[in-house]
């Protein structure tokens, strides 16, 4: 049977939402700007919820870290995207780095700027570096959720060809039926890890350890995301159409170290947790 016939009709929604003469307002920058918002709202949630001892960070504090963050992931994903993916191009190029609205940012190298940005902002006021990333982490699958949702209104990003009943074929993606697999990472990387890291910060109170929640967020995106990368076509730009080490992606290789620090994250926050209950007792 023809694969066509068994492909969803991919929904054809307009990537930008209002345009009013030069100015578009597109789904994609509502994503960034929409997971922005929650994080500072979550944020703040969860310092109020905080006993007053435990409490790091005030409600001004709060709204300066979201300065930092809003920085550190719009430069640390740019820069991410330049030297991960198209560093020939961009270096030879460099006036094209900065232009931001052709497309082109990178999670890992977003991750790594916020990281840096966390570090500047607690090392400015004198707080704890571990308690402010797992603030952050609670939130964060949030905006990977609506990026995802964004990627797929753009069309971009597809997935590898399949002949499931749920493939699609997209504008941008040839004629035959692919993976949704931008759906797939917002359900795994975004609505199942912001439930997951929840549930763990609700239920085994983790935001007494710090680190150990921001290091189940590097490991569940890490795992989720390298899961994906099975079902999603890797960049043909990449050298090998994309494959670096036989069926290994850019994607898989970069979640690797992210795994394993997440790993020694939650080894430290349980070492560190262990250590003190033994000399308060």
Partial sequence: MDPMLLAIRYPQINPVLVEIGPIAIRWYALAYV?????????????????TAAARIMDDKAVDDLLFWSTLGVIVGGRLGYVVFYKPDFYFANIERILTLWQGGMAFHGGLIGVVLAIILFCRRRGINIYSVGDLVACAAPMGLLLGRL????????????????????FPTGGPLPRHPSQLYEAILEGLLLLIVINLWRHRTRALNRPGELAGVFCIGYGLARSFVEYFRQP?????????????????????????????WMIWRARRKAAVGAQENG
């Fill in 150 to 169: 964004a990627n797929f209104i753009n069309g971009e990003l597809w997935g590898r060809v399949s002949d499931v009943p749920w493939a699609m074929v």
């Fill in 235 to 263: 960049d043909a730009f990449l050298p090998n159409g994309g494959f670096l080490f036989g069926c290994i992606t850019m994607g898989q290789l970069l979640s690797l170290p992210l795994i394993a620090f997440g790993i």
């Fill in 34 to 50: 929409g997971s922005l918002v929650f994080a500072w709202w979550f944020v703040r949630r969860l310092v109020r919820n905080q």
